[in-house]
């Protein structure tokens, strides 16, 4: 981030205990000048939460998969759709490959277990504010073996993506918006989403996050 305003920042969980850690753990980040985050709300559902996206429009969220009623998966998917330049950080107690796998098909911008979050939480942080995805180690490999095993490859010569498409691949790879790619190639934002639209079809992906882990293991850019 080239900025140093503070980050409009929601917590979404629904243990009352981990939001007050969580809470105390932004104020100390604050202090040390290692973080930026401005807390602007908290919520334990998928409604209020929504309330508070509506309110305020924060650029991060710090996202629990166990919400009262739903899911944190429903609202990656919302945001996606509705709010898709907001980062989303899960902070999960779920270790199951599954879990991961869905969070981060769905969306989410990084994810990082509850358990080692004193040794993950900063660089993640910074890390998705810089428009790239954050897993450690222990969660990469996990999310990698369910990857492995539900995407069935191409080789590299039956993709046929057009010039175009690889231009615009090889930004998203890079960790550009669509907004910011359009710039870059002096074309429209409804231009870029029909190039990734044919780029998934082609890659056998359903969104941008799968898409830059088969054009890196499958090395379709130059």
Same mark, same amino acid.
């Given at each position: 981030?080239?900025?140093?305003?503070?980050?409009?920042?929601? =917590?979404?969980?629904?243990?009352?205990?981990? %939001?007050?850690?969580?809470?105390?753990?932004?104020?100390?980040?604050?202090?040390?000048?290692?973080?930026?985050?401005?807390?602007?709300?908290?919520?334990d559902?998928?409604? &209020?939460?929504?309330?508070?996206l509506n %309110?305020y429009?924060p650029n991060?969220?710090?996202?629990?998969?166990?919400?009262?009623?739903?899911?944190?998966i429903?609202l990656?998917?919302?945001?996606?759709?509705?709010?898709?330049? =907001?980062?989303?950080?899960?902070?999960?107690s779920?270790?199951?490959?599954d879990?991961?796998?869905?969070?981060?098909?769905?969306?989410?911008?990084g994810?990082? $277990?509850?358990?080692n979050?004193?040794?993950?939480?900063?660089?993640? @942080?910074?890390?998705?504010?810089?428009?790239? @995805?954050?897993?450690?180690?222990?969660?990469?490999?996990? $999310?990698? &073996?369910?990857?492995n095993?539900?995407?069935?490859?191409?080789k590299r010569?039956?993709?046929?993506?057009?010039?175009?498409?690889?231009?615009v691949?090889?930004y998203? @790879?890079e960790g550009?918006?669509? %907004?910011?790619?359009?710039k870059?190639?002096?074309?429209?934002?409804?231009?870029?989403?029909?190039h990734m639209?044919?780029?998934?079809?082609?890659?056998?992906?359903?969104?941008?996050y799968?898409?830059? =882990?088969?054009a890196i293991?499958?090395?379709i850019?130059?």
């Amino acid at each position: 981030m080239t900025s140093n305003a503070p980050i409009p920042t929601l =917590i979404v969980d629904n243990q009352p205990e981990f %939001r007050q850690t969580l809470t105390n753990l932004l104020s100390l980040y604050n202090k040390s000048d290692l973080l930026n985050l401005n807390l602007i709300g908290e919520a334990d559902c998928f409604e &209020s939460a929504l309330k508070l996206l509506n %309110r305020y429009e924060p650029n991060l969220i710090l996202l629990d998969l166990e919400l009262k009623q739903e899911n944190g998966i429903k609202l990656i998917k919302y945001l996606q759709i509705n709010y898709p330049n =907001i980062k989303t950080l899960v902070l999960s107690s779920h270790k199951e490959e599954d879990w991961i796998f869905k969070a981060m098909k769905a969306g989410a911008n990084g994810y990082i $277990f509850k358990a080692n979050i004193i040794k993950h939480f900063c660089e993640a @942080v910074k890390t998705i504010l810089n428009l790239e @995805v954050y897993l450690p180690p222990e969660v990469a490999t996990l $999310f990698f &073996s369910h990857f492995n095993h539900s995407i069935v490859y191409k080789k590299r010569e039956f993709f046929e993506l057009t010039n175009r498409e690889k231009e615009v691949l090889t930004y998203l @790879v890079e960790g550009y918006s669509n %907004r910011e790619i359009a710039k870059k190639l002096y074309i429209t934002v409804a231009t870029v989403k029909a190039h990734m639209t044919a780029i998934f079809n082609k890659l056998g992906v359903k969104n941008r996050y799968q898409a830059v =882990i088969v054009a890196i293991k499958q090395d379709i850019i130059d």
